[in-house]
């Protein structure tokens, strides 16, 4: 029977029809995965918008019998409640409770998740008993309420064990972003020891680097202005976006309601990306494109006289805003005036059919191949006469603040529609270019001539002959664009809403007028405060200052830095006294002085370039002190943070406004600052 038995073990290697083969792989083989690091998203600038972040979740161990467990749970629960955003009383209810119940440990759910490193040291540090910590990744937003509709977010997959992106270019270029796993196997003996040449190992792919064309200042300016429209007119909702007029490049994109994806503040407001998802009745801003067609096919002359006020159409009267009209008027008038019957008389000129490939040439009615796959189409509504008149003024049918950016490229670059873009480069573990973001002419849309003529009736919207819409004048740049003021559906009633001051409010601008470099589009839909301030004034609340802070901005970056003008050279001033700086740097350097001496001991950085209004940080032989951060902005304070070695906390978002101790004030091993930021330009 023994050599039966055997015999059997020998040919087929199973024991009760049980594989011995593969129960020894699994006793001896050991293989383990080796997660890779999700891809950070970028601004154009290189400064983190999305990265990867070490952080830990809290377990509280309840069991009497181990050696490490919740002695006090009134001690711990305090601890835990400076840490996690729950109250003390519930914290220690909970723990009360397991306690009771015999179990082993808890959690404390969605709050005893993503506990930074000093949270964790500070609870180690404590007397508190029974906490533990695992480890675990999630994903850092810096900024806070920054473009997140468009940077999206990613959370934690339980059943993946990894990161995943749930929205925007997180979602988009999730299968980029999140790498490939590696793994490890090999052989061990009965005693566990790695069998000699037996391990494999394939390590991880880290994800890719997704940069944009986002500025970081120009992002803040745009995120200031619509929290102050925000606050100011409670609306149902806002956009705001900035394009460079010559590239397509998106700058800045923003929208209320927004939401924190570091805080998950504002979460489920609005999943919609109104820049790409988002299609409207646009209102008069769409009038410039059936100028430019009219201008195209020879049909306008600003100086022929029409006569204002309505027009019948199939069965309806349709009317200009001022219902009675202005009387007998000039094109160019009635452009100023934003005059409803004047574009209809320019399609009947145009034709109908005609007029419609011209809108399907500036790209309405269909989507700028973006990188969202959700974007929308908006729709040209062409059934009948009556619905192609309505289009002429941008009613009835819908467009994308998208394709209102692309279609102004157009007008802006001799006839050329560029193609709007948001991403610059992608980059992979080894730093390679996988992708590269570039300027792109869509078509030829108008000749060169006709576009200059578009221009040239543009330029007379505002601070024209009629000094129509002054409001969006500026002191110190020459403004244009076109204003508009759309009717709203109602779902409900199948018409327009039709309560006082019920439009969508949007102004499509650019500056400056004889070479244009940005291009905004702002717009406000059914303020609830203040209303009558959309109809009087327009989006100039936010678009001014928008509009100003960030030509100034682009002024100081580019026409003052053009070539190698500006740019300092900063050697090693180490063992030289500080009033040898004032011979080495000019007047656009910030110095950063850390000590109360006259030697120089250190400084950062060393032998690099600095353009102008950059930082550079110097410590002193003499006892260290304080600088003043105040103009720094967010990455320059963290950084001189950490060249002084001092702790710092930080409020808001920009650049420093205030600091809780003053310059001057003698640092010791304790020393902690805050400071609070603000979106100012510092060099306003």
Do not use: C
């Amino acid at each position: 029977m023994i050599i039966g038995q055997f015999t059997k073990l020998m040919i087929f290697q199973t024991i009760d029809e049980e594989d011995l083969i593969a129960r020894g792989q699994d006793k001896y083989a050991v293989s383990s995965i080796s997660e890779p690091e999700r891809g950070e998203i970028l601004d154009r600038e290189g400064n983190i918008l999305a990265a990867d972040m070490e952080a830990y979740r809290i377990a509280i161990i309840t069991d009497e019998n181990y050696p490490n467990h919740v002695s006090n749970p009134e001690e711990t629960a305090a601890l835990l409640s400076e840490v996690v955003d729950m109250d003390k009383a519930e914290i220690q209810k909970m723990i009360e409770k397991n306690i009771e119940k015999g179990q082993f440990q808890m959690e404390l759910g969605q709050a005893g998740r993503n506990i930074s490193y000093n949270d964790k040291k500070f609870l180690e540090e404590s007397e508190a008993t029974g906490i533990v910590f695992e480890p675990e990744t999630r994903r850092f937003y810096p900024n806070g309420k920054f473009a997140s509709h468009l940077i999206g977010f990613a959370e934690l997959n339980d059943e993946l064990g990894r990161l995943d992106g749930q929205l925007g270019f997180e979602r988009i270029y999730n299968d980029l972003l999140k790498g490939k796993p590696g793994s490890v196997d090999y052989a061990q003996d009965v005693w566990g020891y790695i069998v000699p040449n037996s391990d494999n190992v394939k390590p991880p792919v880290n994800g890719h680097d997704v940069k944009l064309t986002i500025d970081p200042n120009i992002q803040l300016y745009l995120e200031e202005t619509l929290n102050d429209m925000d606050d100011h007119f409670e609306p149902e909702e806002l956009i705001a976006v900035v394009a460079d007029a010559e590239t397509g490049e998106i700058l800045a994109s923003g929208q209320r309601p927004s939401f924190n994806p570091e805080t998950r503040e504002g979460f489920g407001n609005s999943w919609l990306n109104m820049l790409y998802e988002y299609s409207f009745e646009p209102g008069s801003t769409f009038k410039v494109f059936g100028l430019a067609a009219a201008i195209e096919e020879g049909v306008y002359d600003p100086d022929a006289v029409y006569t204002s006020g309505s027009m019948d159409v199939m069965d309806a009267t349709i009317y200009d805003w001022e219902t009675e009209g202005w009387g007998d008027i000039t094109y160019n008038e009635g452009m100023q005036y934003s005059s409803n019957v004047l574009m209809m008389i320019l399609q009947n000129k145009v034709g109908a059919d005609k007029m419609l490939d011209y809108y399907k040439d500036f790209g309405f009615g269909q989507t700028t191949d973006s990188e969202f796959p959700t974007e929308v189409t908006g729709q040209l509504a062409w059934d009948n006469e009556l619905q192609q008149k309505t289009t002429s003024f941008g009613q009835t049918s819908t467009v994308t603040p998208i394709q209102l950016i692309q279609g102004m490229t157009a007008l802006l670059n001799e006839g050329k529609m560029k193609k709007p873009y948001v991403v610059d480069e992608i980059t992979d573990d080894s730093g390679e270019v996988v992708y590269d973001g570039k300027e792109e002419t869509v078509r030829q849309v108008i000749s060169k001539e006709a576009a200059e003529k578009t221009m040239t009736e543009m330029n007379t919207l505002i601070d024209g002959s009629l000094d129509h819409n002054p409001q969006y004048k500026s002191d110190e740049y020459e403004v244009t664009g076109k204003s508009g003021t759309a009717q709203i559906y109602d779902p409900e009633t199948g018409g327009y809403m039709d309560g006082d001051y019920q439009f969508f409010t949007s102004f499509l601008g650019y500056a400056p007028k004889e070479d244009p470099e940005v291009i905004i589009y702002y717009g406000i839909k059914l303020a609830s405060k203040n209303k009558s301030e959309t109809w009087d004034n327009g989006v100039a609340r936010g678009f001014n200052p928008l509009m100003e802070r960030t030509l100034k901005y682009l002024e100081v970056s580019e026409a003052d830095v053009s070539g190698d003008q500006g740019i300092v050279e900063i050697g090693d001033y180490r063992g030289q006294k500080i009033d040898a700086l004032n011979d080495e740097l000019n007047d656009t350097i910030d110095v950063k002085i850390v000590g109360n001496g006259t030697e120089i001991t250190d400084h950062f950085p060393q032998d690099d370039r600095l353009l102008p209004y950059d930082s550079l940080f110097v410590k002193t032989d003499g006892d260290p002190t304080l600088p003043d951060f105040k103009g720094l902005s967010k990455r320059e304070a963290l950084l001189l943070a950490d060249f002084m070695e001092i702790n710092i906390t930080v409020e808001g978002e920009g650049y420093v406004k205030s600091q809780s101790q003053n310059a001057g004030t003698a640092v010791t091993e304790d020393t902690t600052v805050e400071i609070t930021l603000s979106s100012n330009d510092p060099n306003d």
